[in-house]
C-alpha cells in the first residue's frame, strides 16, 4: 500500500488502487491529479514530462525501471561510507 504521512495522517497516494503498484501514479499526474508537490513538478512543462508520459503509457517500461536497482551505480563509484562519508546539510 502506497502512503504517505503528514502531521500524523495518512494519505493514499493512488486513491483508485490503492492496494497495486503500477503506472497509475504517472497516470494520475497526467490528470493533474497528484498528491505531492514533488510528483506534481515532473509533469508541468519541463524536461521530465517525457518520462511521465512515457510511465503512463507503458506500464513495462515502468515495471523494468522500477525494478533496476536505482543504486548500482554506487557499487563501481567511489562512495564514502562510515567515517569516511559526507553528509549534506544543505
Given at each position: ?28 499526474l ?7 508537490q ?36 554506487w ?16
Amino acid at each position: 500500500m502506497e502512503t504517505i504521512m503528514s502531521g500524523g495522517n495518512l494519505a493514499q497516494l493512488d486513491l483508485v488502487t490503492p492496494n497495486s503498484f503500477y503506472n497509475n501514479y504517472f497516470r494520475n499526474l497526467l490528470q493533474r491529479r497528484g498528491l505531492l508537490q514533488s510528483g506534481l513538478v515532473l509533469f508541468r512543462g519541463g524536461t521530465t514530462d517525457s518520462i511521465v508520459n512515457e510511465y503512463s503509457r507503458n506500464p513495462s517500461t515502468f515495471s523494468s525501471d522500477f525494478a533496476s536497482p536505482p543504486c548500482s551505480r554506487w557499487e563501481t563509484s567511489s562512495l564514502l561510507t562510515g567515517s569516511a562519508g559526507i553528509i549534506r546539510r544543505i
